[in-house]
Nanobody, 114 residues
Framework: QAQLVESGGGSVQPGGSLRLSCTASGIIFSSNSMGWYRQAPGKQRELVATISAGGSTYSLPSVKGRFAISRDNAKNTVYLQMNSLKPEDTAVYFC????????WGQGAQVTVSS
């Protein structure tokens, strides 16, 4: 059974950085396009960044230039490097397959506050 485990969240001041990790098990990770999503309090979940099986990436305009998605197929892991964090980036961050999502993990809380 597919399982996704996110880690690396925390609390930082505006302008700070965090690196999120998501390790997958029970799937053929390398053949899946993966994405990072986030859900802020009272808001719908939104797609933040994606990476295809071949390594092509996409980022939401509001995070472009600040966030970078990458993957390590040998470790079944997808990463989200987040720099220059802003208070509006505060949310629970999740990873999942882009189409036909697997069961969602618990997410990683990211809080940006002074």
């Amino acid at each position: 059974q597919a399982q996704l485990v996110e880690s690396g969240g925390g609390s930082v001041q505006p302008g700070g950085s965090l690196r999120l990790s998501c390790t997958a098990s029970g799937i053929i990770f390398s053949s899946n396009s993966m994405g990072w999503y986030r859900q802020a309090p009272g808001k719908q979940r939104e797609l933040v960044a994606t990476i295809s099986a071949g390594g092509s990436t996409y980022s939401l305009p509001s995070v472009k230039g600040r966030f970078a998605i990458s993957r390590d197929n040998a470790k079944n892991t997808v990463y989200l490097q987040m720099n220059s964090l802003k208070p509006e980036d505060t949310a629970v961050y999740f990873c999942n397959r882009i189409s036909f999502p697997f069961p969602w993990g618990q997410g990683a809380q990211v809080t940006v506050s002074s």
